[in-house]
């Protein structure tokens, strides 16, 4: 398992969470998943929408970036609707857990709430979009928890030419 469930469940090598209680919207201690909350809506690939115990939050994945596809002022950039298609498939109409950062804080500057979103106990979201050529990796701050997790996954996903990394060529960093 690589992390911790909050709650009164035990942690156990099998995934039983399902009737586990966050211990309400209080609580936010980084590095122990939260959850589950059910999925209200995909805003775009590195952006969704959750229930957090009655409230409507809005999520954006720390360490990474997809390629736009709703910023008012931008075009929609190469393999952003894939983006966003992948991150729907993956979430939409579905329950996930939130890991929140020490190092990232708890929101960005648009009131956005931080956090690493995990489908269970073993598959996290934001290192899958990376390692399925969906994202790219993004330090916006250093020493965040799983940023060589990451990196490997970004450094993997380039050199398989995998998603954006061969549909893009040549337009991302």
């Known amino acids: 398992m690589r992390a911790l469930i909050a709650g009164s469940c035990a ?17 936010t201690a980084p590095g ?21 115990d009655g409230q409507e939050i809005v ?16 075009p929609v950039e190469c393999f952003g609707p894939e983006a966003s ?12 857990w939130l890991e929140y950062d020490e190092a990232s804080g708890l929101t960005d500057k648009y ?28 330090t916006y701050t250093d020493g965040y928890a799983h940023q060589a997790d990451l990196r490997a996954a970004e450094a993997r996903a380039r050199e398989a030419g995998a998603g954006l990394w061969s549909a893009c060529a040549g337009e991302q960093g």
């Not at 039983?16 to 919207?25: D, H, M, Q, T, Y």
């Not at 999520?59 to 931008?74: K, M, W």
């Not at 298609?85 to 579905?94: F, N």
């Not at 073993?122 to 390692?131: G, H, I, K």
């Open 59 to 74: 999520v954006r994945l720390i360490g990474l970036d997809t390629p736009e596809t709703v910023a008012p002022d931008r």
């Open 111 to 138: 009131d956005r709430t931080l956090a690493f979103i995990w489908l269970d106990s073993d598959t996290m979201l934001n290192e899958l979009l990376v390692a399925e050529g969906f994202a790219e990796e993004v």
């Open 32 to 52: 122990t998943l939260h959850g589950p909350y059910p999925v209200t809506r995909v805003v775009d690939g590195d952006t969704v929408r959750v229930d957090r």
């Open 11 to 27: 942690v156990a090598v099998v995934w039983s969470v399902a009737a586990c209680s966050s211990g309400g919207s209080a609580d």
């Open 85 to 96: 298609a992948r991150t729907k498939d993956l979430v939409d109409g579905g329950q996930v």
